[in-house]
């Protein structure tokens, strides 16, 4: 754990710069605007250790991989969201000495990230030979006008005087560090002095990849536009560089405005003129005008998600921190895009789609966005079908197979284990239609399009199960968990029971899809009378004695004890012990077989689900950020409200404090959906099943009060929970009822219930 | 399968070539000396598809691996024998047309491997514009003078007149195709003219891997030898040309001979001094008396190992390629070496030692050569004792873990599930000190070094099995066993019955050892009863009804069937299937509980032999070069004679009919021993366990007849079988009493015994 950021409310504010934190920091003042992104790099550039980073959503390149080991049905290549090119460069030079805080000397550091604006802010006092200048600079990526970058920089002269120069850059000669290994994969196509333009395209891979087109634009706004500018470009790179001359007292503004523009939306010739037309239409507004549009903008996003904790600034920092950095990824508004599980914040994962979307990110868009938001997220499935059959018939298997890591629905991550073995994901993923038709009670999607997904995905597992003679069963070998510390395992008892709901969901749905959606999907009387047998037969490991669903076979043949006998010293364990090790340890990664009590809810009695979140919890090492929050729900639904606390912290402020070591690469934003979860459907006990809205609310002891509002069929509901009891409002909305602690409530518009 | 080659007892012979079939050809007239070896390749060039092969025994670097999912414990590197300086070049240009077979014309092509004499020749008619010219090329890796390579060139003009052109070429720069990718490996250290001489080391890596330097040094030897010669050289290379003129009916000859000295053997500047030291002891000599000695080596070796088969060439023909290829590689006459898979052949496996060489390599090699050289594989083992300390620490077990694959006792490969999990080769290669022991009945070894090495593998086993409280017996976890095809399984049979065997075995033999032995192992009271416990309660599994062990947990329960019900088209399944389904599938690599029962051969009644055999046989696809041979023994055994002889078909000639479509890559060296293990333990049934030497021979019904000599106990003994039964001869040696056919005879040197 490490906290080298300020608790405060509404931002993430730090007045101290230490080298060593300097990647940390990057990760954690990271920005973006669900179109392009980039990590709190500094604009003056520093020459300290640093990990540059701009990403521009859906936009990537094949990484080759070289197994020696390669093994019949690899992909060739595994995708990666690239570095893209850096637009936010703007050097200064106080009186022939570079401004770089890693040399010059500096005082009153101050930075900061305005959560409520999503704005980003910089100021330091400058120390030169005979003179201080204070600087201040301000940046944020438009939410309304999704191609344009604004930054500011202020520079006011204290004492002495300042000959200032400023150096602009567009700069498409980056590399990665995790992929690609240091190979330039932008090719130039044009500079141009003139526009102030560059064009880069990602070069030609042997994969089928398309290539991408990127156009960056930049143009400088400042007084006295007269000073003398003179523009250089070189391959792939440009730079505008002017001088001032500032006296003691004096101030000078300098703006840049960039617009960057990609192929996945203007053809290559276009570009040029797209970019400029953009550049106009942000620039017939000043920067405080575009920057109240793009703070109104937010304060919608936040009046709908806003979640507030009162006696506890803490946990109210961490969750706004979530909450932004989830919406700065992604918010639903390009059905083309999804959700890397970390953002625009670091090249790990490489900006892919896993199927964290659908487990931990639909549940919280359902409540606090527009249905369309995950509508959006099914509809990106639906649309890369493709890719998923593509997928299975690789592996030598009927139907769709959903890949683990994706940009266009073919599988691009090489991890026998992973990719060929992970295949919950084949059901989580479809998971996701049923919380939507559930959640919104929209049944438009499950019967058509739903339905193609659902057939595939059916004969997928239809096909992956075997009949066992020796059990009389349907088993399913070879498979990892969600518990990623097991690998190739017989009957992981969550595997088994999703395959076997998904069948069981489609063969339900069926009968009432869309005559053409049947007709698409064309399954037989044989098929049907198949898939049921494999509902009616599937086994599911259990121990009877210790009253527990085995996670896999020989579950109970490992060593057994607790992680806290794990000596001092040794974790987390990923980080001190052999693969090996870890394997046959019975230590766990994340939730198993509690994820599918989770995922299952309604159908675990108290007394499964009590009994088998005591003998797994004490297992578990929660190494995976996804881990802690569906523990945290359970233990509130079983009534440890301690236990749902501790873990609840440890999801909230994941980041903020570096609990897993490993911020530094970016932030988990896939994970950062678990505090909301936890505090809604673990603390407030939301559940919504059989078309019922319902909640068992509890507040941790030392919390005053908290509150946050949900989106549920058209009505917008506040629930507020203090020490005395809770309060639900309808804010908007018909009248709905509601199952508070198990006693029905109705809920009128404009009304406050106590429950 | 692909025969390239004709039928001939004594060579391996071609009059085709075709070059769609170069690479393969090359792999097949690959020649070595145990010191050195080289592929096929043409002395003046080929300019067609062609893999360039040079290796040095025990000259390798490190192969950087590059995984974007790198687990804790991995090495660092993949160490591999990499391409050495090519030495043989000999480029001829006739009449300004350059000698390229790829190119020119020509006729009466003979490619031939004389096996008796470990001597490649080949011959063919150029039919240049108005000239041909008859070229006859000699080639031999000489045996007592390790260094040397010795290559002599006739031309003949056959009509017209031809001005001959000759470079002769060193040539540093060189790659790899397999590792490495493309990297220039070799630095120059200086070429020298005048000696004809160039030096060359390999680059600095970041592994701590030792850098080998190696000089190379020709000399041509040829009529004339006032014929004006040029020497160039530049970084890395050498070239010495000269020119003659030959009317029609002339012949010409030109012999080139190198040395090549390595920093293995000589410090870097002394290099020069002794090689040229060394050519002078070769050039002391005539090609022709050189290579007298060198037959005259051969003679000794087949002298000891030839098999004789009357009534059958091509079995004839494939037992000799065998023994030729595994003598080539290595013959026990340095410590520090070991038998590389591919030995000096092609550049997959990469030149390591594997649990291939005690298996496979050390129960022939006991057989046919004196016990020093078997001897010199364990010294091999037990100098790099440190290394598997290292490795055991590495996972964070005590007592040391042999490598998968090595060259310093170091692991040096990384896909986890054979890295981590393949372990049972701390059990197998071990094994050989116990087979050593029985064969050769000298105990010194095992009383001393040999205590070192069993001390430091059960320690591993002890610490690696776990107590599982649900069986009440011990298990082990996690492991791949001999059939590669089941990834990460529990209490695979084999493994289990291996470890606990190690076990046993070490508490057996630690009372005999020397008391020196004793106490530098150190073996405590409750280590030997800790030992002992998990002797008694290791956990074996076995299915009682069916009466089989059971391969691993939930072997059951997969879905059995036949190899025989994999449709056409699908096989070899590693080609054809992804990998997870063929781990789930039941289909087996190679010989795994029938490994087991084959290396404790006499721990198991017949019934169970045959119960086992007839149960897993049927499910193995022998996809592993080492798997036929095994299950060739055990049919004969079993009386299964059909069955014997078509799987001792399959490991004959795997490489001389490219069985598996891979001997492109290299030939299949360490299971080449599996031939001659079929006929002497398979058909001549020989065992030799608790000092009693027995066969128990059968004939394949198309055999006239086969003989084999042994070496055991000081004795050299000739075994000879037909259809009308068999002789043994003491050729050599004290009276012996040996089983035939459960019968007592008794053996007197000299005499001939009908049994």
């Given at each position: 754990m490490k906290r080298?950021?300020?608790?405060?409310?509404?931002?993430?504010?730090?007045?101290?710069?230490?080298e060593e934190d300097k990647r940390l920091q990057e990760s954690m003042t990271a920005i973006g605007n669900d179109y392009m992104g980039l990590r709190g790099n500094f604009e003056e550039g520093y020459s300290g250790d640093s990990l540059q980073g701009t990403y521009l959503a859906g936009v990537w390149f094949p990484d080759k991989t070289r197994v020696g080991w390669w093994k019949n049905g690899y992909p060739e290549y595994f995708g990666k969201s690239i570095n893209a090119p850096s637009f936010i460069g703007l050097e200064i030079t106080i009186n022939d000495e570079k401004l770089d805080l890693a040399k010059v000397n500096f005082s009153d550091f101050?930075?900061?990230?305005?959560?409520?604006?999503?704005?980003?802010?910089?100021?330091?006092?400058?120390?030169?030979?005979?003179?201080?200048?204070?600087?201040?600079?301000?940046?944020?990526?438009?939410?309304?006008?999704?191609?344009?970058?604004?930054?500011?920089?202020?520079?006011?002269?204290?004492s002495g005087e300042a000959h200032i120069e400023y150096k602009s850059t567009l700069d498409g000669k980056v590399v990665n560090e995790d992929s690609n290994y240091d190979e330039y994969f932008w090719l130039p196509i044009e500079e141009d002095q003139e526009a102030r333009t560059i064009q880069v395209k990602t070069k030609e891979n042997n994969f089928g990849v398309p290539q991408f087109t990127v156009l960056l634009k930049e143009s400088l706004r400042h007084e006295g536009q007269a000073v003398t500018t003179e523009v250089a470009s070189q391959e792939a790179?440009?730079?505008?560089?002017?001088?001032?001359?500032?006296?003691?007292?004096?101030?000078?503004?300098?703006?840049?405005?960039?617009?960057?523009?990609?192929?996945?939306?203007?053809?290559?010739?276009?570009?040029?003129?797209?970019?400029?037309?953009?550049?106009?239409?942000?620039?017939?507004?000043?920067?405080?005008?575009?920057?109240?549009?793009h703070t109104a903008a937010w304060q919608k996003r936040w009046d709908m998600s806003d979640v507030v904790i009162a006696g506890d600034e803490a946990a109210q920092q961490g969750i706004r921190f979530n909450i932004l950095q989830l919406f700065m990824t992604y918010y639903g508004e390009d059905e083309?895009?999804?959700?890397?599980?970390?953002?625009?914040?670091?090249?790990?994962?490489?900006?892919?789609?896993?199927?964290?979307?659908?487990?931990?990110?639909?549940?919280?868009?359902?409540?606090?966005?527009?249905?369309?938001?995950?509508?959006?997220?099914?509809?990106?499935?639906?649309?890369?079908?493709?890719?998923?059959?593509?997928?299975?018939?690789?592996?030598?298997?009927?139907?769709?197979?959903?890949?683990?890591?994706?940009?266009?629905?073919?599988?691009c991550h090489n991890e026998?284990?992973?990719?060929?073995?992970?295949?919950?994901?084949?059901?989580?993923?479809?998971?996701?239609?049923?919380?939507?038709t559930?959640?919104?009670?929209?049944?438009?999607?499950?019967?058509?399009?739903?339905?193609?997904?659902?057939?595939?995905?059916?004969?997928?597992?239809?096909?992956?199960?075997?009949?066992?003679?020796?059990?009389?069963?349907?088993?399913?070998?070879?498979?990892?968990?969600?518990?990623?510390?097991?690998?190739?395992?017989?009957?992981?008892?969550?595997?088994?029971?999703?395959?076997?709901?998904?069948?069981?969901?489609?063969?339900?749905?069926?009968?009432?899809?869309?005559?053409?959606a049947q007709k698409r999907v064309n399954v037989t009387e044989e098929e049907k009378a198949k898939w049921q047998d494999i509902v009616d037969n599937m086994y599911l490991g259990e121990d009877k004695n210790l009253g527990i669903f085995l996670q896999q076979d020989d579950f109970l043949d490992k060593d057994i004890?607790?992680?806290?006998?794990?000596?001092?010293?040794?974790?987390?364990?990923?980080?001190?012990?052999?693969?090996?090790?870890i394997l046959r340890s019975p230590f766990i990664k994340q939730a198993d077989v509690l994820q599918g009590i989770y995922f299952l809810n309604d159908e675990y009695t108290m007394e499964q689900k009590e009994k088998n979140f005591d003998f797994y919890e004490p297992l578990t090492v929660h190494e995976s950020s996804l881990s802690p929050c569906i523990h945290s729900i359970l233990a509130a639904e079983l009534g440890k409200k301690e236990k749902a606390v501790e873990l609840y912290q440890r999801t909230a402020r994941l980041d903020l404090d570096n609990y897993?070591?490993?911020?530094?690469?970016?932030l988990h934003i896939t994970s950062m959906s678990g505090s909301w979860l936890a505090i809604v459907q673990g603390f407030a006990g939301m559940r919504y099943n059989n078309d019922q809205l319902s909640f068992k609310p509890f507040i941790p002891d030392d919390w005053n009060k908290y509150s946050f509002k949900i989106n549920y069929r058209d009505r917008l509901i506040q629930v507020e929970v203090d020490q005395a009891g809770s309060k639900l409002t309808l804010i908007k909305g018909e009248n709905l009822p509601v199952l508070v602690s198990g006693k029905e409530v109705e809920l009128k518009e404009g009304e406050t219930i106590n429950a």
């Open positions: 080298i950021f300020e608790i405060d409310p509404w931002r993430v504010v730090t007045h101290q710069f230490k101050e930075l900061s990230l305005d959560m409520h604006q999503g704005l980003l802010t910089r100021s330091f006092i400058y120390e030169g030979k005979d003179v201080k200048v204070k600087f201040e600079f301000e940046r944020f990526l438009h939410i309304t006008l999704k191609e344009a970058a604004l930054i500011k920089v202020k520079a006011t002269v204290l790179k440009l730079a505008e560089t002017f001088a001032i001359h500032l006296a003691e007292g004096e101030s000078y503004e300098v703006e840049k405005d960039v617009i960057v523009v990609t192929s996945r939306d203007v053809a290559d010739e276009d570009q040029k003129a797209k970019a400029s037309e953009l550049m106009a239409q942000l620039q017939s507004k000043t920067f405080e005008e575009n920057l109240a549009d083309r895009l999804n959700v890397g599980p970390k953002g625009f914040t670091g090249e790990k994962y490489g900006g892919a789609t896993y199927w964290d979307t659908e487990a931990y990110i639909v549940p919280m868009y359902l409540g606090i966005t527009k249905p369309e938001v995950t509508k959006a997220l099914l509809q990106y499935r639906h649309d890369q079908l493709e890719g998923a059959y593509h997928n299975a018939k690789q592996q030598g298997l009927a139907g769709a197979l959903f890949p683990m890591v994706t940009f266009t629905g073919v599988e026998w284990e992973i990719t060929f073995e992970e295949i919950h994901r084949n059901a989580d993923i479809p998971f996701a239609i049923y919380q939507y559930n959640y919104t009670g929209d049944e438009s999607y499950v019967k058509d399009e739903g339905m193609d997904v659902l057939v595939g995905t059916a004969r997928f597992w239809a096909d992956r199960v075997h009949f066992s003679k020796w059990r009389n069963k349907y088993v399913i070998h070879g498979v990892t968990g969600p518990n990623e510390y097991e690998n190739n395992v017989n009957n992981n008892w969550f595997t088994n029971t999703m395959a076997r709901w998904l069948i069981k969901y489609t063969l339900e749905r069926l009968p009432k899809a869309t005559e053409e004890r607790p992680v806290s006998s794990i000596p001092e010293g040794q974790r987390p364990i990923n980080q001190h012990w052999s693969w090996d090790k897993n070591n490993d911020t530094v690469d970016g």
